[in-house]
């Protein structure tokens, strides 16, 4: 079953730090999302990518956000200068429009734990 | 901006009882989906519904899509251990919006 694989598993940062969270999505995908999930919340959307370029974003992805899809199978998260309240789980998710079960959910990513100290 | 309403937050019942739980929503929504999440993992997806009205079963899981587009529920017979977690339901038009979740716990 192909899969979505997310680096580093746990990151723990200080306050002020860049971080880079990275994403390997599956490879006949289209569509590239970050989603973040605050310890006992539920998941948020962050960002949807496609075709190379933003196509939506929440209220939370601001300024200090950023995504690349750098080559054709790095999708990355940047958090330029982190807060203590961008601790959270992290979740990469891919989707490949079609039709049908197996084809049109979302695969989503095991996570990266960030902790920001 | 769209919000879903789930509902029980949290279940605790015996094995072998059949587990319901909703999601509401004023908004419209293309497709309707519910997740299970285990601790430390991402959502895994369970059942994906796509027409209003549609039911659908996978396994002991049912789910049907509100005819009005704007609610689901999702059923589970005859529970098991296993089946304890944290359920989500997910409404999709351009990206998903996840409810608050629902914890499963069963008593073996």
């Known amino acids: 079953e192909p899969e979505v694989t997310q680096t580093p598993s746990h990151q723990v940062t200080q306050m002020g730090q860049e971080v880079i969270l990275r994403c390997v999505p599956i490879?006949?995908?289209?569509?590239f999302y970050w989603y973040r999930q605050i310890l006992g919340q539920k998941v948020e959307f962050l960002v949807s990518?496609?075709?190379?370029?933003?196509?939506?974003k929440s209220e939370i992805f601001d300024d200090q956000f950023s995504v690349e899809r750098p080559d054709g199978s790095n999708f990355t998260l940047k958090i330029r200068s982190t807060k203590l309240e961008d601790s959270a789980m992290y979740f990469c998710?891919?989707?490949?429009?079609?039709?049908?079960?197996?084809?049109?959910?979302?695969?989503f990513g095991s996570g990266t734990r960030l902790t920001v100290v | 901006g769209q919000q879903l309403n789930q509902s029980p937050q949290s279940m605790f019942i015996q094995e072998g009882e059949d587990v319901s739980m909703n999601c509401t929503s004023s908004?419209?929504?293309?497709?309707w989906l519910w997740y299970k999440q285990d601790p430390g993992e991402g959502p895994v997806l369970l059942i994906a519904?796509?027409?209003?009205?549609e039911l659908t079963s996978n396994g002991r899981l049912t789910a049907q899509f509100g005819i009005t587009r704007k609610d689901s529920f999702l059923n589970i017979s005859a529970s098991i251990p296993s089946d304890v977690g944290i359920y989500f339901c997910?409404?999709?038009?351009?990206?998903?919006?996840f409810g608050a979740g629902t914890i499963l716990r069963v008593k073996s």
């Open positions: 519904l796509y027409k209003a009205g």
């Open positions: 490879s006949n995908h289209l569509y």
């Open positions: 908004s419209i929504f293309n497709t």
């Open positions: 998710a891919s989707r490949r429009p079609g039709e049908g079960f197996a084809n049109y959910g979302y695969t």
């Open positions: 997910a409404g999709q038009r351009n990206k998903l919006v």
């Open positions: 990518f496609y075709n190379n370029e933003i196509s939506e």
